[in-house]
């Protein structure tokens, strides 16, 4: 029916194979090797596949992954080809165990915030320890979300979302350091039931050192809190927690090339069904000053 459809309509799409189990695939940084997509082999092709691919990088990918066009418009075909190119090029394979990451896989989008209007009261604040840190002054507002206090200060600000299925993954553009050279100065993205439960990823700027934190009842378990190394992260780059089930994997992103910085699985602290009732958060930790972060996202398949 559809390629009727899209016959009657002009359009001719190339049958193509991809095979079970294989998954969207592009140039893979020097330190991971990609698995090469194999040929759609045994399809029927209407379309001149190499005249479509001329000068495109990895061709065999594109015969192995996408529907291939024909239509009398030339533009729209020029298009239809340039976004998928534009597509692929973004892609980044991580390593053997997580594959391809890509967060523009993910449809359902639950809160996409860029801060062009003043959504602070959108953020419910958490305190982990309110006997030596304040909650910081939370402001929205021209592009940025800022937290500022002139003592130490750490809260989780959750959006009171929870992802709506177990594949999720909560992204934050850090924007602005304190740079003062104090202990803290530090970002958090995450999942937060409260201020005593959460299971975020953090930035410290003054260590250049990524690292997840488990908080279960008040207590940090003592292989739940871990450092992933230094991993210095600027304005412009972008930091993600992918949740997987049970499974935490952070992600950076720099010079639009995702990097799998580090991962490990929750299960035996926090189980599926209570996981899946916490709200995605970002947090702010620092000895006093301002940090900024210019987006939140939260996404779910």
Known sequence: MIRRTLAAAGLVLSAVAVPAGSSAAADAPATAVAPVAPAADGATHFVDQAAKLAGFNDPQWYQANIPFLDVPDKQIEAVYYYRWRTWKEHL????????????????????DDRFTSDTAADYHAEQPFPASEVVPALSAGGGRLS????????????RALAPSSSDAVVIIDPAQFVGTNH??????????????????TWYNNTRTEIGADVRVAGNFPAFSKSGYGNHPVVP???????????????????????????????????????????????GFRADGGTLQISRFEAVSR
Do not use: M
């Open 92 to 111: 980044r394979y991580t390593d053997p165990a997580d594959g391809w990451f890509d967060p523009a896989w993910y449809s359902c989008v639950l809160v």
């Open 147 to 158: 937290a500022s206090a002139d003592q130490k200060y750490f809260a989780l600000f959750d």
């Open 183 to 200: 202990n803290e100065d530090t970002f958090f993205l995450g999942l937060a039931k409260d201020a005593d439960n959460y299971v975020t």
């Open 236 to 282: 412009g780059d972008r930091l993600a927690e992918q949740v997987h089930g049970t499974q935490l994997v952070t992600y950076l992103e720099h010079a639009g090339t995702w990097q799998r910085i580090g991962s490990f699985d929750v299960g035996s602290l926090i189980p599926a069904d209570q996981l899946a009732q916490y709200h995605v958060a970002v």
